[in-house]
């Protein structure tokens, strides 16, 4: 196993976690999400905002999509846990920070962050020098996915309870995978306890989205592509849906950026909102 405490966050964990930060900091309130702690972690050059990939103005619609689809995530989970689960599982987590900004209810819940030993240790070692600590619901289990290792096995050996139900997401992830890879993740999934829920972003065929979100979307989809990591997987909401029933699970919602848009910017006057039909997200339940 690889298991480097040097190697820090791959490029779009970065990304997205300054891209939260960038709505703090950017936009003007109500913000949909106050997370500027992948910032603190990451501590980058005072310039890190001039960068192509930060320019307040371009990113725009991108970083209010990705603040969009964490509230939506962190509501699903205050309204899980209100229902009594009390497990929730982050796979591949990144900088994801609920446990430390959400003390509240992150107390209430064993929370399982999934994803390779390096960048785990990583931020591990950032959050014991950053004074945050790891709280004692927080488990990090780490998976060497290069090395075939299995997240559901690495989930019930760091203490996930099978008999109980789970809150289970995965954002930002779906595209990098293969059809069957997303199909057997909702096979895994769907295996869990019955009353699980699972919540999954996903993209929609580049051409289907806004005309002037197109080149941001063709951008990225080139530097995944230039960097080794390619777009592979788009879905339309009918073909994510079925995936998810063909799985196993009794009900699959599809949550479109317009449902978002509703729900976090109805009474914004700035026009931050998401670009429609580029991401959204899927709800399934057993």
């Known amino acids: 196993m690889n298991d480097n405490t040097n190697a820090a966050p791959d490029s779009t964990a970065a990304r997205v976690a300054l891209w939260r930060a960038l709505h703090v900091q950017a936009d003007a309130p109500p913000h949909v999400l106050e997370d500027t702690m992948g910032l603190e972690l990451l501590s980058p050059d005072a310039n890190w905002r001039e960068r192509g990939d930060m320019n307040p103005q371009f990113t725009r619609p991108f970083r209010a999509s990705i603040v969009a689809r964490a509230r939506f995530i962190e509501d699903l989970v205050v309204e899980e846990a209100a229902r009594g689960v009390t497990q929730y599982v982050i796979l591949g987590a990144g900088l994801d920070t609920f446990a430390q900004r959400r003390p509240e209810i992150a107390s209430r819940l064993n929370i399982f962050e999934v994803d390779p030993p390096g960048p785990q240790s990583w931020k591990r070692r950032r959050l014991i020098e950053l004074g945050y600590g790891v709280p004692d619901g927080l488990r990090f289990v780490p998976v ?79 530097g995944a592509r230039a ?50 039909n580029a991401e959204a997200l899927l709800v399934a339940t057993m």
Do not use: C
């Open 144 to 222: 060497d996915f290069e090395a075939g290792e299995s997240w559901r096995a690495k989930l019930a050996s760091n203490g996930f309870d099978e008999r109980k139900p789970a809150i289970v997401v995965s954002t930002g992830v779906s595209m990098y995978l293969t059809m069957e890879a997303n199909a057997a993740t909702l096979r895994e999934v769907a295996g869990f306890a019955s009353g699980s829920v699972f919540a999954m972003t996903f993209l929609l065929p580049i051409e289907f989205a806004d005309p002037d979100a197109r080149p941001g979307l063709e951008m990225a989809e080139k």
């Open 227 to 276: 960097s080794g990591t390619p777009f592979i997987s788009f879905f339309t909401p009918a073909q994510i849906q079925s995936l998810a029933h063909d799985a196993g699970f009794r009900d699959a919602r599809h949550v479109s950026a317009q449902d978002l848009t509703q729900r976090y910017f109805a009474n914004r006057t700035d026009g931050l909102r998401p670009p429609r």
